[in-house]
């Protein structure tokens, strides 16, 4: 009961065209403007892992450029094809700590949510690919009821993350029906969604999306943007009626080979969601090893120089923490930059910006 088969609203044409008029299978990759080369090697990278972009987000590729940052993130590459030892089906351990189905509880505090197993794009980066690909179901309402119950029996939980799959891939019917069911349990107090929707389909923000997710619960989109020319007059607006609608915007980027992995690329990023869209930077994770992604992942070292560069560029408000997933669910670890040279009793010493030492004594009192 996702978008790509039962639409809800006849209104809203706007995104339903942008759907029908991308690629939704792999045969549409016929219709893009790559070489027949190109085209057959993305033909056999698809076969691993899904494709699927809206129209609006391909109008953003420059077809001219087979570097070009947009076109890395959807259309399949054959370097996919190329595993490397260390890489995992399930690289942050989304299934060991999956006590029943569509729920993975990490965190005592917090549980992920799975409605759907689809997505309005197929990131090729995504670290959950395996899972979208060989699980593939969409949302009915019994197959979320286990884990539900779960959430019931444990009070100690309090923010639901909706993630996948994207949650707001579904129709309006089905967000206010799971934001009914969560409403319901009186412990949790905050309701997250995780998406890439305002970025690849922002026609899809719509009134009737927006009021399928008001409610009593403390609504935070946490959005996926990963490069400045995410950002048009068209996700402005989308992310623009989130904020109205009293929603809190994050935003989430994967520090990417070849897409963002330049000071100059990250600093207007992040400066551009702030300033233009409203969107506080989150997290900057590095890549997670996901198979077949050896050719997007920076080293930590690079990751970690970037990210000292523009600690120094941006106010805190519009700096991203850079962090690593860990393997077997150890959770995110911030990866710096770290500012301390060395401690010696009270007295600590630490690097400035400027690259100079200082010191720094403590006073504390009995
Ligand atoms: S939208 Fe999210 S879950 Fe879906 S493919 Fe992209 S990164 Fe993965």
């Given at each position: 009961?996702?978008?790509?088969?039962?639409?809800?609203?006849?209104?809203?044409?706007?995104?339903?065209?942008?759907?029908?008029?991308?690629?939704?299978?792999?045969?549409?990759?016929?219709?893009?403007?790559?070489?027949?080369?190109?085209?057959?090697?993305?033909?056999?990278?698809?076969?691993?892992?899904?494709?699927?972009?809206?129209?609006?987000?391909?109008?953003?590729?420059?077809?001219?450029?087979?570097?070009?940052?947009?076109?890395?993130?959807?259309?399949?590459?054959?370097?996919?094809?190329?595993?490397?030892?260390?890489?995992?089906?399930?690289?942050?351990?989304?299934?060991a700590?999956?006590?029943?189905?569509r729920?993975?509880?990490?965190?005592?505090?917090?549980?992920?949510?799975f409605?759907?197993y689809?997505?309005?794009?197929?990131?090729?980066?995504?670290?959950?690919?395996?899972?979208?690909?060989?699980i593939?179901?969409?949302?009915?309402?019994?197959a979320?009821?286990?884990?539900?119950?779960y959430?019931?029996?444990?009070?100690?939980?309090?923010?639901?993350?909706?993630?996948?799959?994207?949650?707001?891939?579904?129709?309006?019917?089905?967000l206010?029906?799971?934001?009914?069911?969560?409403?319901?349990?009186?412990?949790?107090?905050?309701?997250?969604?995780?998406?890439?929707?305002?970025?690849?389909?922002?026609?899809?923000?719509?009134?009737?999306?927006?009021?399928?997710?008001?409610?009593?619960?403390?609504?935070?989109v946490?959005?996926?943007?990963?490069?400045?020319?995410?950002i048009?007059?068209?996700?402005?607006?989308?992310?623009?009626?989130?904020?109205?609608a009293?929603?809190?915007?994050?935003?989430?980027?994967?520090?990417?080979?070849?897409?963002?992995?330049?000071v100059?690329?990250?600093?207007?990023?992040?400066?551009?969601?702030?300033?233009?869209?409203?969107?506080?930077?989150?997290y900057?994770?590095?890549?997670?090893?996901?198979?077949?992604?050896?050719?997007?992942?920076?080293?930590?070292?690079?990751?970690?120089?970037?990210v000292?560069?523009?600690?120094?560029?941006?106010?805190?408000?519009?700096?991203?923490?850079?962090?690593l997933?860990?393997?077997?669910?150890?959770?995110?670890?911030?990866?710096?930059?770290?500012?301390?040279?060395?401690?010696?009793?009270?007295?600590?010493?630490?690097?400035?910006h400027d690259?100079?030492?200082?010191?720094?004594?403590?006073?504390?009192?009995?």
């Amino acid at each position: 009961m996702t978008i790509y088969i039962e639409a809800n609203e006849t209104t809203d044409t706007a995104w339903q065209d942008d759907v029908r008029q991308g690629v939704r299978h792999v045969r549409d990759l016929a219709a893009l403007p790559l070489s027949p080369a190109e085209r057959a090697a993305a033909q056999a990278a698809a076969t691993l892992h899904k494709v699927r972009a809206p129209k609006a987000y391909l109008d953003l590729i420059d077809w001219n450029d087979p570097a070009d940052p947009i076109r890395a993130q959807v259309i399949p590459s054959p370097r996919e094809l190329v595993e490397q030892e260390g890489e995992l089906d399930d690289p942050i351990a989304d299934h060991a700590f999956s006590p029943v189905p569509r729920l993975t509880h990490r965190h005592a505090d917090r549980v992920l949510l799975f409605p759907t197993y689809q997505c309005a794009v197929y990131c090729r980066f995504c670290f959950r690919k395996e899972s979208l690909t060989s699980i593939g179901r969409g949302y009915t309402r019994e197959a979320l009821e286990e884990a539900f119950a779960y959430v019931e029996a444990h009070p100690e939980i309090r923010e639901m993350i909706l993630t996948g799959g994207d949650p707001l891939s579904l129709p309006d019917k089905a967000l206010a029906e799971i934001r009914t069911r969560v409403e319901a349990i009186p412990h949790v107090r905050l309701l997250r969604i995780h998406t890439r929707v305002p970025v690849v389909l922002p026609s899809r923000i719509t009134a009737g999306l927006v009021s399928a997710l008001q409610g009593r619960l403390m609504v935070t989109v946490v959005t996926h943007f990963n490069h400045p020319r995410e950002i048009t007059d068209a996700t402005e607006a989308a992310c623009r009626t989130l904020r109205q609608a009293g929603f809190v915007l994050l935003n989430q980027s994967v520090l990417l080979k070849g897409v963002n992995d330049s000071v100059d690329v990250l600093e207007e990023l992040c400066r551009e969601l702030m300033y233009r869209l409203g969107v506080k930077p989150y997290y900057l994770h590095h890549g997670d090893l996901a198979r077949g992604m050896a050719h997007r992942r920076t080293t930590i070292a690079d990751g970690q120089a970037l990210v000292a560069a523009l600690r120094a560029r941006l106010s805190g408000i519009c700096n991203p923490v850079y962090v690593l997933d860990l393997p077997e669910g150890g959770g995110k670890v911030p990866l710096g930059p770290s500012y301390v040279e060395a401690q010696d009793g009270d007295l600590w010493h630490f690097r400035g910006h400027d690259g100079q030492s200082r010191a720094y004594r403590e006073v504390v009192g009995e």
